[in-house]
């Protein structure tokens, strides 16, 4: 089974970026579903953005300042974050449709 490992997360300040990355331990083919999602303490987990060969999908929260992108060659998914805000402090975790796989989660946390 594929595995996902997710990386970039860190802290920044409020206005800042972070680009994340997600490297699969196998092949990414194009009819893959990517997702980025996360969860804040005590909230549930929540779509970020998603990635198909048709469809592009952004929670309303992040739209416009959100890009997700995948590198089919490298096996990896990004998601570019640009005007961050302390309410996108959660931990993001990659996803995988193809056999519901999930990475570790990176904690991305931004302060005021």
């Known amino acids: 089974q594929v595995r996902l490992v997710e990386s970039g997360g860190g802290l920044v300040q409020a206005g800042g970026s972070l680009r994340l990355s997600c490297v699969a331990s196998g092949s990414i083919f194009s009819f893959d579903v990517m997702g980025w999602y996360r969860q804040a303490p005590g909230k549930q987990r929540e779509l970020v953005a998603s990635?198909?060969?048709?469809?592009?999908t952004y929670a309303d929260s992040v739209k416009g300042r959100f890009t997700i992108s995948r590198d089919s060659a490298k096996n990896t998914a990004y998601l570019q974050m640009n005007s961050l805000k302390p309410e996108d402090t959660a931990v993001y975790y990659c996803?995988?449709?193809?056999?519901?796989?999930w990475g570790q989660g990176t904690q991305v946390t931004v302060s005021s």
């Open positions: 996803h995988l449709d193809r056999g519901g796989v």
């Open positions: 990635l198909s060969r048709v469809t592009t």
